[in-house]
């Protein structure tokens, strides 16, 4: 088989500028909760799969034998080929799941402890070098705490931000969301329907002002056990931001959680020479859009 | 690219071709109709019941739906409200079910872009439905829901909730055909997300499709220590994450199902809201094995699943207690006037339960000599305790007049208390006096590992010997309690008698407005034994509670209840009882710490009479 090759020229829109580059090497952190590697699919775009479940997919379709899957997230992080140097730089894109392990206080399901990626100082530093060079890293839901701890002036997430998974307190359910930005209003539309599969999702309250924010939603969520829900008005849903020569997205959803309608347009607006191989169009033909 | 990249895109290009493992085909990525394949749809959930407001997923088997000219249609008495076209795949229609729709299947007719799709009966009415509040629950958590039904028909020890794998329902209760509520405990690894909760009435099932949300955060708690032994008081320290405990907080023990009362709590320290520590007494007969530990602090709850295990203590024979009886217990036979007789006696070495039998908080509040609910009145003084029994009235002293008196039962829930352990004392003990001696024979019970010692054969009255005291022998056991002979223990009651009058068989009968007067060949009870009798197995006229009228006669052969005390039961097939009672001295084993235990005999006799 031969490899893909794209051309990428990030930086297309008026508010963007971003050095001309290809995508040819994508990863794709598992995790537990989101599996954007099921979209990726969908767009026929391949990808590198790291092993990164915490106790294994809350969500249908989970793959069927793990034991295919020899490379693990923190190798992905950390870890250096003799020849090449550090494996997160041979990547153009990287994905990170919501339910990645190592970026929570505790595993969601126990008393154990999951801090092992966002407190390791080379990693953290791995990262922020990485999108500096140029690289992209889109991250979803739980696993904020990267974007956190490697860039915590930009987004600023609900609760203490110096506290890990304060932020976990969306509630679950449907958001009509509102587009911010022009990328996201010419691919998916002035209004969107977001989707929160899960509970206790990670809420931003405000972002710094060279943050793009891309969808936006009057959102419930959890003040505390005793005061129940409140609202939180125009909270962003789906950021991103310029580092270096690199690009950081976070959402705030899951994009296997999304229709295609919207997340396929969404993906391919915002990473911008991903190798699609035109399943989006295809949808946006058939509904008559 | 340079020859690190061209490894990764082969791998890349490895894992796209393993299923499952990398990429697969996009949904629907070719254009050919014959290549995609039949249209087919999927209405989800495929029921509601009537009256119900719901959310319908419409699933296409491929891109088929279109924005803007997508309509559906549920027939008549399903209101269509909305419906929102998501992608080509999937289309979401809000409902409203009319109270009086017609039950049974439907067709659901999908009209895209003016062509009109007939799903055959993809979608049903049902009469019965029902929600749940809350419907979410923490992983780890234990929690009260409430159940509301519509016409549901649910029945107590029949209908059963379900909530699916990792959500345990501990209790259900019916409170009427359209109301329950259950205990559920969400276990730590529950899988995150919605879920259908159903109910079961025997084959009858009804679905509340995504019923119940599992919250992706766990409420949880680590409990130290792992292993602990009989009749040990243990210090335990509780680590929660996302807990409340307070001073509210309550910890309660669980095999299974089942709550424990054989380690008891006796005192709880928090220290703050995530930690506490306390203080624990294991019962000496508590049942070996896991215990699940549930930490309530109000409507919080956590269920720790095989917290800790209670493990063997070692067996103090210094601790030894005797239960040792000799009886004689006869009845009268209605059809024959025959006496059935039967000669029991039976000893049992123990280790008395430490602590003791746990009383219920109801009867514990009657007898703690505090003012539990502060309405000024203690223990027998409050009206609350007017029916435990430890408030219950007096029954007759010796010698003295009849009394008429209700009987109690205890108050509050029944207690499971452990049972104690049992030692044995070698393959025989002897009960020997001057007369004769009686062997009992050392038997286990399979189911529970009770050691006790038994006659071999049934005992006559021959092996009863009237006024004598028996030595209890000890054959002995190695590995258990040694030989050993306690010397006068068990008394025989002074002599034998027997009922001359009424003759209490052939259905006997008795006028209340007439006075009981019986008869009897004296028991020569005096000094030192006592005789009684009684009249039960009715209820009391003043309040229709189990009563009886008793005495302990003057042993002379004759004595009376009145017209007076008979009238103050109800009319009923009653029992008459005499029998004449003896207690032991108190008395130990040499090497053990309990002496006090006491023996008794009697020579009891029963019949039946009707008192009209």
Sequence with gaps: MTPLLFTLALGCTPDQNFAERSIEMIAVAYGDFDAVELNLNRLEVPHQLYEGFISGPAYDEGPEDLDLISLEVEYLFTGETESEGRVLFLNDVVFVNSGTRGFGEYVYNGLDRDDGIVTDGVAIDNVREYVEDGGVLVVSDWAYE?????????????????ALDEAQAGS???????????????????????????????????????????????????????????????????????????????????????SAALADPLLTALVEGLPVAGAAEDTTEDTGE | MNAARALWMVLSALLLALPGAGCSDAKDGGSDEEELGELSFVVSPPEGGQGQAMTVLLDASRSAFAFGETEVDFGEGVEVLSVTVEDGWTAIAEIQIDGGADTGARDVILSIEGRDTTLAEAFRVRSDSFEITPDNGKMGETLEVEIYGVNTEWQSGRTWVNFGDDIEVVSFTVLSETVAEATVAVAADAAPGWRNVWTED????????????????????????????????????????????????????????????????????????????????????????????????????????????????????????????????????????????SVNS???????????????????????????????????????????????PSGPQPYDANVVIELRETGGDPH?????????????????????????????????GLIYYAPESALTMDDYVTDQWYDLHLQGDPDALPEEIIERIQPTVPADYELLTPQLWGNYSHDREEDFTFTWTPAQTYPDAILYSSIGGTTLVANDAPGSVATYPWDDGEWTFSSSELLQLNPNEVSFTLYSYIEGTTFGLKDSIYQSNLTESYIYLSGSMNLE
């Design chain 2, 202 to 341: 025997g084959s009858h099932v009804v679905t509340l499709y995504d019923g119940f949300l599992v919250d992706r955060v766990a409420i949880a708690a680590t409990w130290d220590p792992e292993d602990v032994d009989q009749g040990e008081v243990v210090e335990f320290t509780l680590i929660g994450r996302d807990t409340n405990f307070s001073n509210a907080t309550g910890i309660r023990f669980y095999d299974g199902d089942y709550e424990m009362e054989d380690v008891v709590v006796d005192a709880i320290t928090v220290i703050d809201s995530e930690n506490l520590w306390g203080r624990m007494t294991v019962s000496n007969a508590a049942e070996l094995g896991f215990r699940d530990v549930l930490v309530t602090t109000g409507e919080e709850g956590v269920m720790l699943r095989d917290a800790f295990e209670v493990m063997p203590g070692s067996v103090g024979l210094d601790e030894v207690a005797v239960s040792l009886s000799f009886n004689v217990v006869r009845g009268i036979d209605n059809g024959t006037g025959d006496i059935r007789e």
């Design chain 2, 416 to 448: 499971d208390c452990p049972t104690p352990q049992t030692v044995s004392a070698g393959d025989y003990v002897w009960l020997e006096s001057p007369a004769n001696v009686v062997t009992l024979v050392k038997n286990i019970d399979p189911g529970t």
């Design chain 1, 172 to 258: 679950v359910g449907r958001y009509t969301a509102r587009a911010g930005s022009d990328a996201v209003r010419d691919a998916v539309g002035d209004e969107v329907s977001v989707s929160y599969d899960f509970s206790y999702w990670t809420v931003i309250e405000a972002v710094a002002s060279d943050v793009d924010v891309h969808l936006s939603a009057d959102v419930l969520f959890r003040v505390s056990d005793s005061e129940g829900e409140g609202t939180l008005p125009d909270a962003p849903l789906l950021v991103s931001f310029e580092v270096g020569n690199g690009l950081v997205i976070y959402s705030t959803f899951h994009w296997n959680a999304q």
């Design chain 2, 346 to 392: 039976q000893c049992i070495f123990y280790i008395p339960l430490d602590p003791g039998c746990p009383q219920s908080a109801e009867a514990a509040a009657c007898s703690d000599g505090v003012d539990n609910d502060y309405d000024g009145y203690t223990d027998c003084y409050d009206t609350d305790c007017e029916q435990d029994l430890a408030c219950a």
């Design chain 1, 146 to 162: 990267l974007v956190e701890a490697a860039w915590p002036g930009q987004i600023e997430f609900f609760g203490d931000d110096t």
